[in-house]
């Protein structure tokens, strides 16, 4: 079984990128708490925005690469375009599980809700539930081609709901921080809360890579097992 | 009349034709959006909520939820004795049939509307007024745009096992924008506001149409062809 061999080995490699992430994640860690200064108006709670902001921005390429992908999967039928798109809805499915808890953590004492209909919170929210309904309809479809092509298409229209519910929620006034990094003009952090953001932008990106290379791995196997199973 | 056109107007006129056949379908719907008003009504605290501050939204969750009911129709009818491989075999270009049943959607769903603005009009105690035609042309607007996300959604929610479930999960987040600015037009307009203060929201709504209905024919294709 050569196959099964590709497959172990695409786990394997998956499996080294995520431990090598998590032990970014701890150093991340060790930076946020010792190397940066502590906020002078939010104090320790600023701290989780070094996870916050990391794994908002996994889960938005995450998604936003399920959208590319699934477009150039109608196109050029590729399965392993449409085992790429699944690996990495799932993976972003999480992370933008860890963005929507972190986020009250830190909005219940600097904000004193837990929650509020502010445009981003939303827009975030909406595109949770996005890709757990196409989570959902891929686990519901027994046809390998079907599920990918069905696949494709919600995640195609996902992307362009996307500027939409953008739009439409902006207009209510937001509370949500604006942006510090991504401005026109120059950052607006102390040189160490930068360097620390930068540090845990760059871990969060490897574990995303990890965790979908793992992903694509098993997604890969499952299908031969599949392959098999039909043959026998 | 160009053939594409005639074509999706055979297959909207097939879809009416056995729609009022039987009417129960489009009777249970116009009778579960009267409920759905009903049931608002005792949801709300007369003392502390006037209807007519909660009218707009009541009057789109229910656009809303009947549109939901109604699209789950469109191609569990087609399941049925294998229709839609008929209709695969006859020679229409998948543009056409998408348009035809998109058409037909929007008939059904627009009876369900229409039936229940007068009934919102009446348990709500709500004076349109001037306000009816740009209600309308909110309503239009605003319900072109989610039926045509419905109509693609519900060809694939059928081959799923609990289609009932499937299709809200799906177009929920795909409502919330066409929700959001009908909801905030329609309270405009019951509020006697200038047209230049929902310009914003009427363009948001046609942009959505536009994009929402090409693409959805477009992947039309990919839905119904192996």
């Given at each position: 079984m050569t196959a099964g061999a590709a497959a172990r080995s695409i786990v394997r490699r998956g499996m080294f990128l995520t431990a090598a992430a998590l032990l970014g994640l701890a150093a991340v860690y060790l930076l946020a708490l010792q190397y940066t200064p502590v906020e002078a108006?939010?104090?320790?709670?600023?701290?989780?925005f070094y996870l916050h902001v990391p794994s908002a921005w996994s889960a938005l390429l995450a998604f936003s690469l399920v959208g590319i992908v699934s477009g150039l999967y109608l196109w050029l039928h590729d399965p392993r375009l449409d085992r790429f798109a699944a690996s990495s809805a799932e993976v972003g499915v999480a992370f933008s599980a860890v963005m929507l808890t972190t986020g009250p953590i830190w909005a219940k004492?600097?904000?004193?809700?837990?929650?509020?209909?502010?445009a981003r919170l939303t827009l975030t929210l909406f595109l949770f539930f996005l890709f757990v309904g196409y989570l959902a309809l891929r686990a519901a479809l027994q046809d390998p081609a079907e599920r990918a092509r069905f696949s494709a298409v919600v995640g195609i229209l996902g992307l362009l709901l996307v500027p939409f519910i953008h739009l439409s929620v902006y207009l209510f006034r937001t509370l949500h921080p604006q942006?510090?990094?991504?401005?026109?003009?120059?950052?607006?952090?102390p040189p160490e809360m930068l360097r620390t953001l930068l540090v845990s932008t760059l871990v969060f990106t490897l574990l995303y890579v990890g965790l979908v290379t793992m992903r694509y791995g098993l997604a890969l196997a499952e299908e031969e097992r599949e392959e098999a199973g039909d043959a026998a | 009349m160009p053939e594409s056109v005639r074509l999706a107007l055979v297959v909207a006129a097939k879809d009416i034709r056995a729609e009022l056949r039987s009417r129960t379908a489009l009777l249970s719907a116009v009778v579960f959006a009267a409920l759905v008003l009903v049931v608002f009504n005792f949801a709300r605290d007369p003392t502390a909520l006037s209807a007519t501050d909660l009218a707009p939204s009541v009057l789109w969750v229910t656009f809303a939820l009947a549109a939901m009911l109604a699209l789950n129709r469109a191609f569990t009818v087609e399941r049925e004795n294998g229709a839609l491989d008929g209709l695969l075999l006859a020679p229409i270009p998948r543009e056409a049939l998408f348009a035809g049943k998109l058409l037909a959607n929007l008939a059904f769903v627009g009876t369900v509307e229409a039936v229940t603005l007068p009934l919102f009009v009446l348990f709500f105690?709500?004076?349109l007024g001037a306000a009816l035609p740009g209600i309308v042309a909110v309503t239009v607007l605003a319900t072109v745009g989610f039926v045509a996300v419905g109509t693609i959604f519900s060809a694939m929610a059928v081959?799923?096992?609990?289609a009932e479930l499937m299709l809200p999960v799906l177009l929920l987040p795909f409502m919330v924008p066409p929700l959001i600015g009908a909801v905030q037009a329609t309270s405009r307009l019951l509020a006697g506001r200038p047209l230049s203060e929902m310009l914003g929201w009427l363009r948001l709504l046609a942009l959505y149409d536009l994009v929402f209905v090409t693409l959805c024919t477009l992947a039309f294709s990919a839905v119904v062809d192996e």
């Open positions: 108006r939010q104090g320790l709670a600023q701290k989780i004492p600097i904000w004193g809700t837990w929650w509020t209909w502010d942006p510090i990094v991504l401005k026109p003009s120059a950052p607006s952090l | 105690n709500v004076d081959r799923t096992r609990f």
